[in-house]
C-alpha cells in the first residue's frame, strides 16, 4: 500500500524546517525500495536512487541546483534478504519497490521455477533493468579450489534462505552433476560468509552481485582469496536451460590482488506494483533517468556506472509498469 500523509507546517518552525514555505498543508508520499544485505551492492545502489527520486517539500528546485526527484516524494533504501523476499513484499504491499534479480522476477510472475505450486505474483512491474549481477564463486587463497568439483565435501555457503543466490546456487551445482549433498552446505549471509571464511570456518561461498562487492573487496585486501571460475560446457548448458543467465566475466581489476575469471550472471532489475499509480511510476522513471542521477550514480558507487538508459530495458523478462513505459515511449526506447 502506498503511504500518503498530510502534514500541517504552522508557523515559524515549520517554515524554517522546510526552507522558508509558507504553511501550508504539504502531501508527502512515502516510497520504500527493498534491496539486500548492507554488505551487498543493491543497498548502496539503493541508497543513491532512493536520493535521487526524493524531493521533500520545500526542498530547493531542480533548475536551482536542488532536488530533480518526484515533488513530495520520500524514497528511502530498505535492507532485506534480497531477491525472494522483495517479490513477497511488493506482492504483500510492504515494499513499494525492490531490487530483484531477473530470473526471480520471472519465476514469480509466472509461478514457475521456485514459485511453482504457488500463487503467480502477476501484479509484478518493471522500472529498468540496472546492470548484470555476476556470480561470485569465493574461496581461501591456497585452498586448491579451482573449480566446481573441486568443492566436494568442503564447507561452503550457498547464501541465506530467501534469497535468489540461494536458488541459483542450487542451479549452478546441479549443472555440475552435484547437490547440497556433494558439500557441507551453510545457509549465511554475504557478511556472515566473508566472515566465517577469514575465520578459517569456510572454505567457500557463492555470492551474486555487481562487482566490487564490499564484503569480498575487503577479504581480497585482508585475508586473500581466489575466484573459482563458472564455465566451460557445463555453464553453456546452464545458459542455454535458463534464457535468464547470461555470460560474463569479472575482471583482473574488481578486486586487489585476485585474477579475473569467466562467470555467468543474471540482471538486476528495479521491480515495483501494478497497483501503484502511472503518474508516480512515470516520474519515479524520469527521474532515475535524470543528468543530475547520472551524476550521483557515476560518482556514488562502481556498479553505479552500468546503470543506463540504453540498456534500461534489457533482459527484464517481466512487463514494464505503465507509467514506466509511457516515459520510454517518449524517450523512443519503445516504438
Not at 300 to 312: M, Q
Amino acid at each position: 500500500m502506498l503511504i500518503n500523509r498530510r502534514i500541517a507546517l504552522l508557523g515559524g518552525l515549520g517554515a524554517a524546517a522546510f526552507g522558508g514555505l509558507p504553511a501550508a498543508a504539504q502531501d508527502i508520499t512515502f516510497f520504500r525500495i527493498g534491496t539486500g544485505g548492507t554488505a551487498g551492492t543493491y543497498f548502496p545502489i539503493g541508497g543513491l536512487i532512493a536520493n535521487a527520486i526524493s524531493n521533500p517539500p520545500g526542498s530547493r528546485a531542480c533548475a536551482e541546483g536542488g532536488s530533480c526527484g518526484v515533488p513530495g516524494l520520500v524514497a528511502t533504501a530498505v535492507a532485506s534478504n534480497g531477491s525472494v523476499a522483495n517479490v513477497n513484499a511488493i506482492a504483500g504491499g510492504s515494499m513499494q519497490s525492490g531490487f530483484v534479480q531477473s530470473d526471480v522476477a520471472f519465476w514469480g510472475y509466472t509461478g514457475t521455477g521456485i514459485y511453482e505450486g504457488r500463487p503467480k505474483v502477476d501484479s509484478l512491474r518493471a522500472i529498468a533493468n540496472l546492470y548484470p549481477e555476476s556470480f561470485h564463486l569465493v574461496v581461501r587463497k591456497g585452498s586448491g579450489i579451482k573449480s566446481i568439483k573441486d568443492l566436494k565435501g568442503k564447507r561452503m555457503s550457498l547464501d541465506e534462505p530467501g534469497s535468489g543466490t540461494l536458488v541459483d546456487a542450487r542451479l549452478i551445482l546441479s549443472a555440475y552433476g552435484m547437490t547440497e549433498k556433494d558439500i557441507k552446505a551453510e545457509y549465511l549471509k554475504p557478511q556472515q560468509s566473508a566472515d566465517k571464511l577469514k575465520d578459517g570456518a569456510l572454505d567457500a561461498f557463492f555470492s551474486v552481485s555487481g562487482w566490487p562487492q564490499g564484503a569480498i573487496s575487503e577479504l581480497a585486501a585482508t585475508t586473500g582469496i581466489d575466484l573459482v571460475p563458472i564455465d566451460g560446457p557445463e555453464a553453456e548448458k546452464l545458459i542455454k536451460e535458463y534464457s535468464f543467465f547470461g555470460t560474463d566475466e569479472i575482471p583482473d581489476t574488481a578486486y586487489k590482488n585476485v585474477a579475473g575469471v569467466k562467470t555467468v550472471s543474471v540482471n538486476a532489475i528495479w521491480v515495483t506494483s501494478s497497483k501503484l499509480p502511472d503518474a508516480l511510476i512515470y516520474g519515479i522513471t524520469a527521474a532515475l533517468w535524470n543528468p543530475n542521477t547520472r551524476k550521483l550514480l557515476d560518482s556514488g558507487h562502481s556498479k553505479g556506472k552500468a546503470i543506463k538508459l540504453d540498456t534500461a530495458l534489457a533482459g527484464l523478462g517481466i512487463p514494464l509498469h505503465a507509467g514506466a513505459e509511457k516515459f520510454y515511449k517518449e524517450k523512443g526506447l519503445i516504438k
